[in-house]
């Protein structure tokens, strides 16, 4: 594990694959988070909702994607983190999940963070702030 | 329509109070796949700067903040464009916190689904000594064929 002290600007961190995206992954996150929106399970009500079928919760990946800092929670923790979502995530969809260092500054470190789809298509983009504590 | 959610601005949900419980932040982990012992082993933790276990960054998505009254929210049909955490220091596993959210902000503008209405909700975690742990901000897109609906 390189440590983030070392990280450069314009550097990126090891970018982690989520996927497949199954439905059980999606029950599992509504049960988790509370949140029981039947377009995140339910076929039928994905459809009716005018969707090819159901989605991923936004927060689900904005959640899976903070995972790229997990390991250096040791040094520290998340400041600031907000995102955009850019893209819907369907069934099967395979997430690359990466962040690049785009700013230093004493014991901020502020990355660019992004989740693409297997086809290139960003589901959500957005920015993170390190905070690094002795 | 437009006046309903404009009025609601700077109006406020009563405090909830809430729990951050080890075993829904371990159960709340597993579901975003995030493996991290900070979350629930101790002895990671202390030897961390944290001392503490602490939560993961979208935990609070599990809080009860309470309910705006009359806000008239609709239940379907609502898009969720933007999320913000904003934290002044880690929250810790169970540590008691206080929620509340609030309209910040409400306006239109025409977009892909014509002319689309933007709500600004922003909720607040605070302490026990009543200091902000963390604010959120979430930006809710409503389109115009559900404001129709909505006015109906």
Excluded at chain 1, 80 to 108: C, H, P
Excluded at chain 2, 36 to 53: C, I, M, R, T, V
Excluded at chain 2, 62 to 83: C, R, S, V, W
Aim: charge should be neutral; glycine fraction near 8%.
């Amino acid at each position: 594990m390189k440590q983030l002290v070392e990280l450069q600007i314009g550097e990126t961190l090891n970018e982690i694959q989520i996927g497949p995206v199954s439905r059980l992954d999606l029950i599992k996150y509504a049960g988790a988070s509370g949140d029981y929106n039947p377009i995140h399970t339910i076929d039928d009500e994905a459809e009716k909702a005018g969707l090819p079928g159901i989605i991923a919760h936004g927060m689900w990946t904005m959640g899976n994607l903070a995972k790229i800092l997990s390991e250096y929670l040791v040094n520290g923790f998340i400041k600031d983190y907000s995102v955009r979502f850019q893209g819907m995530i369907f069934l099967g969809d395979v997430i690359t999940l990466k962040a690049t260092l785009v700013e230093k500054q004493e014991n901020t470190l502020t990355f660019n963070v992004t989740a693409v789809k297997q086809d290139e298509k960003l589901a959500v983009k957005g920015r993170l702030a390190f905070q690094l504590l002795s | 329509m437009k006046e309903m959610f404009r009025e609601k601005i700077g109006q406020r949900s009563a405090k909830v109070k809430n729990t951050v419980e080890k075993g829904w932040v371990k159960k709340f982990a597993e579901a975003i796949g995030d493996p991290s012992p900070n979350y629930f082993d101790e002895e990671a933790a202390l030897a961390s700067p944290h001392k503490k276990n602490i939560a993961p960054v979208t935990f609070p998505v599990t809080f009860d903040y309470g309910a705006i009254p009359n806000l008239g929210m609709p239940t379907k049909g609502l898009i969720h464009g933007e999320q913000k955490y904003h934290y002044r220091r880690p929250l810790y596993v169970g540590e008691t916190v206080y929620c509340y959210v609030q309209v910040k902000n409400y306006f239109e503008k025409k977009g892909n689904f014509g002319n689309m209405g933007f709500l600004i909700l922003s909720r607040c975690v605070e302490d026990e000594q009543g200091e902000l742990v963390c604010e959120t901000e979430q930006v809710l897109i409503i389109s115009e064929a559900v404001k129709k609906e909505m006015s109906k």
